[in-house]
T-cell receptor, first 114, second 115 residues
Framework: DAKTTQPNSMESNEEEPVHLPCNHS???????IHWYRQLPSQGPEYVIHGLTSNVNNRMASLAIAEDRKSSTLILHRATLRDAAVYYCILRGLAGGTSYGKLTFGQGTILTVHP | SAVISQKPSRDICQRGTSLTIQCQVD?????MFWYRQQPGQSLTLIAT?????????ESGFVIDKFPISRPNLTFSTLTVSNMSPEDSSIYLC????????????FGPGTRLTVL
């Protein structure tokens, strides 16, 4: 499986934007970029995913580099509730050996200061 | 979305015993997974629970240690057998949704402590 690299930790202040980077230089053409987060004492939850174009949803935005070797999860206004571990994960298309599986790296611990 | 419940939510067990963890989903799902999260670590996939057939285990995990049942499309169990303190972890059940995003949903986890 293609690997991702994320900073171990990042800090932000409440109500400020947060940019969480992820490097995935060995991404294949059929890999989707998924982001999940794990709040304290909870199971992970889906945040967003994309293939080539930038994506927006109610939780966050995903900016994908043109060569797809990196991406950035953007939280537009961090709240205390956004303090979590954020995982950037590559997931293959249906029918591939990695389809259906999520392989978690170490993720980025986001701390949000009041 | 899928709502997942797990039982028990936590347990403290003695070395050498076994614990069976139950996972119940509020809708029929095709793919169910079991993960382990050791203290301070990320999640590691143990196996894919297949309905009507044997589970598919990831490298490093074997059926004798982690037997899995999946009798129908909404329920699965994971047994942690012959436990040792190294098995102390959070065990999470997960399912893949059928919506447009194919996101994966996770249960709240079962926190296991082995003495």
């Amino acid at each position: 499986d293609a690997k991702t690299t994320q900073p171990n930790s990042m800090e932000s202040n409440e109500e400020e934007p947060v940019h969480l980077p992820c490097n995935h230089s060995t991404i294949s053409g059929t890999d989707y970029i998924h982001w999940y987060r794990q709040l304290p004492s909870q199971g992970p939850e889906y945040v967003i995913h994309g293939l080539t174009s930038n994506v927006n949803n109610r939780m966050a935005s995903l900016a994908i580099a043109e060569d797809r070797k990196s991406s950035t999860l953007i939280l537009h206004r961090a709240t205390l509730r956004d303090a979590a571990v954020y995982y950037c994960i590559l997931r293959g298309l249906a029918g591939g050996t990695s389809y259906g599986k999520l392989t978690f790296g170490q993720g980025t611990i986001l701390t949000v200061h009041p | 979305s899928a709502v997942i419940s797990q039982k028990p939510s936590r347990d403290i067990c003695q070395r050498g015993t076994s614990l069976t963890i139950q996972c119940q989903v509020d809708s029929q799902v095709t793919m169910m997974f079991w993960y382990r999260q050791q203290p301070g670590q990320s999640l590691t996939l143990i196996a894919t629970a297949n309905q009507g057939s044997e589970a598919t285990y990831e490298s490093g995990f074997v059926i004798d240690k982690f037997p899995i049942s999946r009798p129908n499309l909404t329920f699965s169990t994971l047994t942690v057998s012959n436990m040792s303190p190294e098995d102390s972890s959070i065990y999470l059940c997960s399912v893949r949704g059928t919506g447009p995003y194919n996101e994966q949903f996770f249960g709240p986890g079962t926190r296991l402590t082995v003495l």
